[in-house]
């Protein structure tokens, strides 16, 4: 069963048009993330939410914004999606409590991605 | 700065090939270490990792070690299959608490019949 979902896995929008993209998980994590992956790319991380702290990377552009309303739910919004905007977004969790625990390994679990095109 | 480098593909080889991918990583810090595998069309997954020096990841038939004298973790599979055909990604996390992880650029391999 898919732990981490996105939707939707395909959006498309026009240019300036604003953007919703969501991601729910079922595990419980504490940490969200969202990146963009561009076409034979690194993933790049957007920002992230450590609990109900936001962190926003420095070189995240304005344009992007994210809410948290709750553990499971993390929203991404484009507010005027440009055509260099186009790319995968992948929506990710970690459980990191510091404690050292089983289950604080760092590892990072994805889900299938939401691929924008903008025209 | 925390970075990985590895090698650029894309990689082709035949069915059952050996396969070596390529890892390095900056020194800072005590990081753990990760590969990811991404297939067409899908989010990046797990599919190996170590956590420190002398480890030894493995799964699904790939192994990578983490080397501190050579600040690498290079991938190999003894005997590639058609199915293993996916985008491969190195990565690292600084230890303690919240650490971002840094991803390398990715190694396209493309296995054929």
């Known amino acids: 069963d898919a732990m981490v979902i996105q939707n939707p896995r395909y959006q498309v929008t026009q240019f300036g048009k604003p953007v919703t993209l969501s991601c729910s998980q079922t595990?419980?994590?504490?940490?969200m993330y969202w990146y963009q992956q561009k076409s034979s790319q690194a993933p790049k991380l957007l920002f992230h939410?450590?609990?109900?702290?936001?962190?926003n990377e420095a070189d995240t552009p304005d344009n992007f914004q994210s809410r948290r309303p709750n553990t499971s739910f993390c929203f991404l919004d484009i507010r005027s999606p440009g055509l260099g905007d186009a790319a995968m977004y992948l929506c990710?969790?970690?459980?990191?409590?510091?404690?050292?625990?089983?289950?604080?390994?760092?590892?990072?679990?994805f889900g299938e991605g939401s691929r924008l095109t903008v025209l | 700065g925390n970075s990985v480098t590895q090698m650029e593909g894309p990689v082709t080889l035949s069915e059952e090939a050996f396969l070596t991918i390529n890892c390095t990583y900056t020194?800072?810090?005590?990081?753990?270490l990760f590969w990811y595998v991404q297939y067409p069309g899908e989010g990046l997954q797990l599919l190996l990792k170590a956590t420190k020096a002398d480890d030894k990841g493995s799964n699904k038939g790939f192994e990578a070690t983490y080397r501190k004298e050579t600040t690498s973790f290079h991938l190999e599979k003894g005997s590639v299959q058609v199915s293993d055909s996916a985008v491969y990604f190195c990565?690292?996390?600084?230890?303690?608490?919240?650490?971002?992880?840094?991803f390398g650029t990715g190694t396209k391999l493309q296995v054929i019949p």
């Open positions: 990565a690292r996390m600084n230890s303690g608490g919240y650490q971002k992880v840094t």
């Open positions: 020194a800072t810090g005590y990081p753990s």
């Open positions: 939410y450590y609990d109900k702290d936001f962190n």
């Open positions: 990710a969790t970690s459980s990191i409590r510091g404690t050292g625990g089983p289950r604080d390994t760092g590892e990072l679990f």
């Open positions: 595990l419980n994590h504490n940490v």
